[in-house]
């Protein structure tokens, strides 16, 4: 498992790196709201976007959801849809343009140019106060990579059931939740979240971990505690 790493001595800011540019900043154009797919401006699989009603002006808290190796946009957005409405949250889920995340196919580049254009779309178009990345299994290594090297951007990561973190550069410190299912058969927690968490809390990270007896899956009671953190609610 590939540990946080420090950020390089010379930093290149740029995609091949996981770095981000798109920023909120006022809205230009009217967003719409409900489930709405997003086109790959860069001819990758779409993406999809829920933006809760009213449509009135107050901001949302967006979470990119990042699904697992060989899902799908739709699991990516299914694993906080449920409390999107009450919270407000502006959910962002795109598809890997592979059947996992670049950092874990072949490194940086291919998907963190597609999420920033996404994440530039979505900004042009709703008012967003606060941005969180969230993941499950690919998805969470994939959110805690690009999480943590993007703090400028990022207040907050959720990784369920992550392997690793693996940055290659690190901006700001987001808080971070992670959980993990004691018998995960498919990531075990000794190699993966019982290494990670202590790691990232000696490079001072805030971290928030909740361990389960189960297997490698998200209970319903940790999505809505992950969502409660995540909208200062504990």
């Known amino acids: ?3 946080p790493a420090p950020p390089h001595r010379a930093p290149e800011e740029n995609p091949r790196h996981g770095r981000l540019t798109a920023r909120p900043g006022p809205p230009s154009v009217r ?5 709405v797919p997003a086109p790959d401006a860069h001819g990758g699989p779409p993406a999809l976007v829920y933006a809760p009603e009213p449509a009135d002006g107050t901001p949302y808290r967006l979470v990119l959801l990042l699904h697992g190796a060989g899902g799908s946009a739709r699991q990516g957005l299914d694993l906080l849809l449920p409390h999107a409405d009450t919270h407000r949250l502006l959910l962002v889920a795109p598809q890997a343009a592979a059947s996992s995340w670049d950092v874990i196919v072949e490194g940086f580049g291919v998907d963190v140019r597609r999420i ?8 042009a178009g709703h008012p967003v106060d606060g941005v969180a990345f969230a993941g499950f299994s690919d ?3 994939y959110a805690l990579s690009l ?3 993007n703090g400028d951007l990022v207040d907050a990561v959720v990784a369920f059931s992550p392997g690793f973190a693996a940055p290659l550069v690190t901006h700001g410190r987001p808080r971070v939740w992670v959980s993990h299912g004691a018998a995960d058969p498919v990531l075990p927690v000794d190699a993966c979240s019982r290494r990670l968490v202590p790691r990232l809390r000696s490079l001072d990270y805030d971290v928030t971990y909740r361990e389960f007896p189960d297997g490698h899956e998200v209970p319903a009671g940790l999505r809505a505690e992950a969502v ?4 200062g609610g504990v």
């Open 1 to 3: 498992m590939a540990e």
């Open 228 to 231: 409660a953190w995540l909208t």
């Open 139 to 141: 998805g969470a290594s």
């Open 147 to 149: 999480g943590l090297t």
């Open 116 to 123: 920033d254009t996404l994440l530039a779309s979505v900004f």
């Open 31 to 35: 967003g719409g709201t409900g489930l």
